[in-house]
C-alpha cells in the first residue's frame, strides 16, 4: 500500500468536512454535527502523525541528493549522517501512521457504564467483586477518570452483589472495553477455616454511555415510579420519595422482541437529577443492546483473540497463593498482584491493545 497516497485522500477528505463544519445546514442536524466533528479529530489526530512522516521522507530523499551530487567530502560526510538517522525513525514513524490509518472504533472516545456482579461462588464472589470496584477507582485516580456510583447491591459479609457506575474522562471505553467478561479468582476466603483453596468469579461488563440523539425513546411510554432511598442519610432519607424507577417496553429492532427494560436510581438526593441519570441508564442499555449486534459481527469478523464481543469468556485469573495475574486472550501472566490490585493494570490494556492492533494491522494489509 502506498502510504503517502492514502494520506494525500485523507489530507482532501479533512478540508471537506471542514468546510461542511461551517455550513449552516449542518451545524442545524445536531447529530451529522457531532458526528463530522467527531470524524474531523480524528483525522487530525492521523494527519499530524502523517505530516511527521511526510517530513521524514522528503528530508531522506533530500539528503540522499546531495549525497550523491555534492563534490565536497564534508557536505556528503553531513548528508550521510542525516541519512544514517533518518532511515533509522523511518519505520517507527511508519509504524505510527499505519496504527493511526486503521479505522478507529467510534465508540473510543465515549464514557462508560460499567457494571460488575458476584458470580459463581456466593460471598466470595461478592467480596471479589468488591475487590475488582476497588481495583478500578485505583486505577481511576491513577488515569484522571472520575466515577459516579448509580446503583449497588452488597453482599452478605461484604463486597457487592452488583454495583453500577459511570465512568467519565478521555477516551474511557477505548481504555476499559477490553475488561468486559468474566474475572476468575483463586485464594482461601477468609471463612475457609480448613485453609481450602477456593476458585469464585465475577462479571465486568463495559458499555460506551450512548448520546442522547442516538437512541429513539417515546419519553411518553416510560412508567416512573418515586420510592424512599434506603441507607445513611438522616431525616431526608425517611421523609423524601428522591429514589426513581423506571419501565420501559423496548422492542429489539434486530429481532422484534419486546422486554421491559427496568432501572432503579437513588444515586443523590434529587429526584430530578435521579430521573436524568436514569434516562442516561435507559438509552445506555438500549444503545448497547442494538449495537451488540454490530459489535458480535466485528467480533466474529475479526475473529481476534481480544475480542470484546462475548461477555460470558472467561479472560483473566486472579491467583493469590501464586501472586499472579494471567490474562487468557493473550497468555499475559505476571507477578504483581498486590500492585495489580492497587490499580497497576495499565500494562495489561497496553499489551491487549497491542495485540489488538498487530491483528488488525495484518487484516488491513497494512
Known sequence: ???????????????????????????????????????????????????????????????????????DPEMKELAREEI???????????????????????????NVVMEIRSGTGGDEAALFAGDLFRMYTKYFEIKGFKYIVSSFSEGAVG???????????????????????????????????????????????????ADEFEVHINEGEIKW?????????????????????????????NTGEVQEILIECTETRDQPKNKERAL????????????????????????????????????RTYNYPQGRITDHRIGYTVYNLAAFMDGDIQGVIDALTVAENAE???EANL
Do not use: C
Not at 474522562?169 to 475488561?179: A, H, R
Open 1 to 71: 500500500m502506498d502510504i503517502l497516497a492514502k494520506i494525500e485522500g485523507l489530507e482532501g477528505k479533512f478540508h471537506e468536512i471542514n468546510l461542511l463544519l461551517t455550513d449552516p445546514a449542518v451545524i442545524a442536524d445536531q447529530a451529522r454535527y457531532v458526528r463530522l466533528n467527531r470524524e474531523y479529530h480524528d483525522l487530525e489526530r492521523v494527519l499530524l502523525s502523517a505530516g511527521k512522516y511526510k517530513q521524514a521522507v522528503l528530508q531522506l530523499a533530500s539528503a540522499k541528493e546531495v549525497f550523491f551530487h555534492e563534490s
Open 84 to 110: 544514517d538517522s533518518l532511515e533509522a525513525r523511518l519505520p517507527a514513524l511508519e509504524e505510527d501512521v499505519k496504527l493511526q490509518l486503521l479505522p478507529q472504533d467510534p465508540e473510543d472516545g465515549k
Open 159 to 209: 463486597g457487592y452483589k452488583e454495583i453500577i457506575f459511570n465512568v467519565t474522562g478521555q477516551n474511557v471505553y477505548g481504555t476499559l472495553k477490553y475488561e468486559s467478561g468474566v474475572h476468575r479468582v483463586q485464594r482461601v476466603p477468609a471463612t475457609e477455616t480448613q485453609g481450602r483453596l477456593h476458585t469464585s468469579a465475577a462479571t465486568v461488563a463495559v458499555l460506551p454511555e
Open 225 to 253: 415510579e418515586t420510592f424512599r432511598s434506603g441507607g445513611a442519610g438522616g431525616q431526608n432519607v425517611n421523609k423524601v420519595e428522591s429514589g426513581v424507577r423506571l419501565r420501559y417496553m423496548w422492542k429489539n429492532p
Open 280 to 315: 442516561a441508564r435507559l438509552r445506555t442499555q438500549i444503545y448497547d443492546k442494538e449495537h451488540q449486534k454490530y459489535i458480535d459481527d466485528i467480533a466474529s469478523r475479526r475473529k481476534t483473540m481480544v475480542s470484546t464481543g462475548d461477555r460470558s469468556a472467561k479472560i
Open 360 to 362: 488488525r494491522l495484518k
